[in-house]
């Protein structure tokens, strides 16, 4: 387990990879040479490395983990000496004179071994926080990446309308011309003008698109809303490397969500040792200081006067049995809580894996059959009903019908490779690392 939380942190950061690791970057000079390249051309591994030392939830997450690494220093700390002294305005006669003010100075002393079983509670949530740490880094990964995928499409889309755009424009002309020769019907001229009035819509529609995720980068990187942000670099086509039960069993080593449950079964046991510390007697030592005046008497004893010093010791007396009892019922009752629970994330996240692998496998099939199948054959159909309309032996209207299918193809292949890009992201996050290349620590067994 030990082993496992360690080197997950290393995999945080590279779910999205191509082939090179990149390093953290936390400097503020780092930040600012990276968003220097923003306005031009945008990687990916630039966006992640910005989003690691600028993301405002990574920091949070950062500063909670300091908090739990305070708390267990405090927590397995003695407590506070207790200090307390007594005036007397009236001072209280005693043999040796009056006494005046007395002190008092308590230590309270745990039972041997219970500071040590609080420390190994307080540790794992220390440990908790940590793997938290890793899971908003991850889920900031995922978000920068899938955003990223869909700002890569909207870019595409748009250079596709365009392109499209230009030739319906010529479309129209020739419609147009064809119409006044007695070539082409008027509903020809008013379906090519239709046609391209509706791409002229996609258009702004994308570019609007655009912009709205270009904003959601920025928040995600902490940047002002309107930050410019330039072209997005492609990214080469990953191919999985895994099979669909190798990703349930990486999910189950690597996912921060299945680690937490196992580090709460494991603060579970601790909690049932520390009921059991908690049944025995705790200690107090103490030391009492006394200040005696002069006694008022004609014959005083020959150490009249001296102050008192004495030496206190005591202990708690855990008579009440239900409570004790109850304590130790109560911390049986939260281990069984936390193995139902790891169930519980365990069965979820094996219902999340099925349906991203399905969505995965369902984009790659429409990638290969739009890229290989309907697009090649839709553009030999352009070329032939054009060849056909000129040489009168095709309507126009067949000639737009399948410009537009053609159209429509290229735009849903880029659908398509981007919903590969996104849905492949997110089934990383569940599995923790990289799929599209097997590692040493992907390749283990899980030992716990």
């Known amino acids: 387990m030990r082993k496992k939380i360690a080197t997950l942190f290393l995999f945080n950061l590279c779910i999205l990879l191509l082939f090179n690791p990149f390093s953290f970057a936390d400097s503020n000079e780092e930040l600012t040479r990276i968003e220097k390249n923003f306005s031009k051309v945008l990687t990916l591994s630039d966006l992640l490395k910005y989003a690691y030392g600028s993301n405002p939830s990574i920091k949070a997450s950062k500063e909670s983990w300091k908090m739990f690494i305070e708390d267990y220093r405090i927590g397995k700390s003695y407590p506070d000496p207790q200090l307390m002294t007594s005036y007397f305005p009236d001072p209280i006669e005693t043999r040796l004179g009056p006494q005046d003010w007395s002190l008092n100075l308590t230590q309270a002393i745990p039972f041997p071994g219970r500071l040590s079983q609080k420390g190994r509670v307080l540790e794992a949530d220390a440990k908790i926080a940590k793997l938290k740490l890793d899971k908003t880094i991850r889920k900031i990964v995922t978000k920068v990446s899938a955003s990223f995928y869909e700002l890569i499409y909207i870019q595409n889309a748009i250079q596709i309308a365009k392109i499209n755009f230009n030739l319906n424009q010529e479309l129209v002309k020739i419609s147009e011309n064809s119409y006044a020769d007695d070539k082409a019907l008027f509903y020809d001229v008013s379906k090519a003008q239709a046609q391209t009035a509706q791409i002229q819509y996609d258009i702004l529609l994308l570019e609007e698109l655009e912009q709205t995720e270009k904003v959601r980068l920025n928040t995600l990187l902490n940047r002002a809303p309107d930050a410019g942000l330039g072209h997005a670099r492609g990214l080469a086509f990953r191919k999985i490397v895994y099979e669909l039960d190798e990703v349930y069993r990486l999910s189950r080593n690597n996912l921060e969500d299945i680690l937490i449950a196992d580090e709460r079964i494991q603060q579970s046991e601790e909690i049932v040792k520390l009921s059991k ?172």
């Not at 200040?291 to 004893?301: K, L, Q, R």
């Not at 790659?364 to 290989?372: E, P, T, V």
């Not at 839709?378 to 053609?406: H, I, K, M, N, P």
């Open 277 to 448: 510390f908690e049944n025995l007697p705790s200690f107090k030592l103490g030391l009492f200081y006394a200040g005696i005046g002069d006694p008022d008497v004609p014959a005083p004893p020959k150490n009249a006067g001296d102050d008192a010093v004495g030496v206190q010791f005591g202990f708690s007396l855990p008579l009440w049995f239900g409570k004790n009892k109850s304590r130790i019922s109560k911390a049986l009752a939260g281990r069984q809580k936390a193995k139902a629970q790891k169930a519980s994330v365990t069965n979820n996240i094996h219902s999340q894996i099925s349906r991203l692998w399905f969505k995965l496998q369902n984009s790659k099939r429409l990638i290969i059959l739009y890229r290989d199948n309907l697009i090649p054959q839709a553009l030999r159909s352009v070329e032939t009903a054009e060849t056909w309309y000129r040489d009168g032996e095709g309507s126009f209207a067949d000639f737009l019908e399948v410009q537009a299918t053609a159209y429509n193809f290229q735009l849903s292949l880029a659908r398509a490779r981007a919903d590969y890009g996104k849905t492949l992201v997110k089934l990383e996050q569940l599995a923790g690392v990289a799929l599209d290349r097997k590692t040493v620590e992907a390749k283990g067994e899980n030992k716990s």
